[in-house]
């Protein structure tokens, strides 16, 4: 195997932090490790996709060397995300190496997910220093959840989520939020959460890729929620960020904390701290927009020294926000590219 960098010390401020054109200073990193999922979730992907040639697909040493570019240049969070990134073979060997960068400009390694494999693969999250992770769930219902991930089986995220909490891991459980599906489950999504002490953060569906469905129809800006539950329980708000695009209020009946992530009605990417990384090393620095730096490319051309030169050109190129409308003239989806190539 070739060796792409020797060890060296990476701890300590960032000699030269990433800050694009507008000011804004990227100390997030989100990687995407496969654009494959064993479920089919109906905002996220079609029932037939084609997926990106495994060929493609970085190495753990390449995920690794860009990782540690990017905590060399500042990043201090970074989220495992895909597709599903438990079902990428041998993940736990990427998330140990990983794990090796905390406390050593790293501050945070989490994930993303599904939580259908979690349940064999909690007690070693942990034990690589993960923290706490999303895990997403849009209903309580089995049908219904089958009905929204086509394929999946409730029970198997269940026991994913029991396994991680049992090995001391913190739960957020993400729930998109849509119209005529899950809307009449938010409050009792809010009493399961917070019952077991998890947050819940309630996501505004995005138009990403062709996925079957009429987002149209299916859309609901959160304010309407966020209102309806205001009218029942006492929302507290919280000026505790975790560095992502939530918003946070405390539901004083409950005890928990209640987020609200507002894309299209409320955008936040004035305050974006973010770029992307997919499973094929493409560097995207909007989940909305086509900009992007190949660092495949870069890495296998140039060799690890070649990513700083690729960072700062990434740092040109980040757009100021998205540009998504979702309504009856905008049907289409804002990009061709779905959700989980980019990672969500
Ligand atoms: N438009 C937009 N949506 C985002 C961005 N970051 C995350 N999201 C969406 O927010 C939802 C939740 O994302 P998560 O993977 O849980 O990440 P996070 O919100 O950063 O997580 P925390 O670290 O817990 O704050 C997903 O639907 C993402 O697509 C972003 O930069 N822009
Ligand atoms: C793309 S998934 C990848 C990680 C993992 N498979 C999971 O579902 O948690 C990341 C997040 O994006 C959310 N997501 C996917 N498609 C979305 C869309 N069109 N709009 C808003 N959120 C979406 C999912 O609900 C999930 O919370
Ligand atoms: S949201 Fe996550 S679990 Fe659902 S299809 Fe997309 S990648 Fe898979
Ligand atoms: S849409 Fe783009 S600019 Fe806006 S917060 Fe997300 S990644 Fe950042």
Redesign the pocket.
Known sequence: MTVLFQSADIDGAATRPLVDRFGRTISYLRVSVTDRCDFRCVYCMSEHMTFLPKKDVLSFEEIDAIVRAFVARGVRKV?L?GGEPLVRRDIMELVRKLGGYLGKGLEEL?L?TNGSQLARHAEGLAAAGVRRL?VSLDTLDPARFAEITRRGRIEDVLAGLEAAQQAGLAI?I?M?AMRGVNDDEIEPMLHWAHGRGCGL?L?EG?PLGEVGVDRVDQYLPLKELRDRLAARYTLTRLNQT?????RYVRVEETGGVLGF?T?MSHNFCES?N?VRLTATGQLYMC??QEDMVDLRVALREGGVGALDGALDRAMLLKPKG?DFVLDRSHAEPALTRH?SVTG?
């Open positions: 989220r995300t989490t993303t999303n957020k993400n998109v953060t996501i995005m975790t560095g992502g695009p939530a992530i894309p974006c973010r989940l909305g998205h959700m969500g």
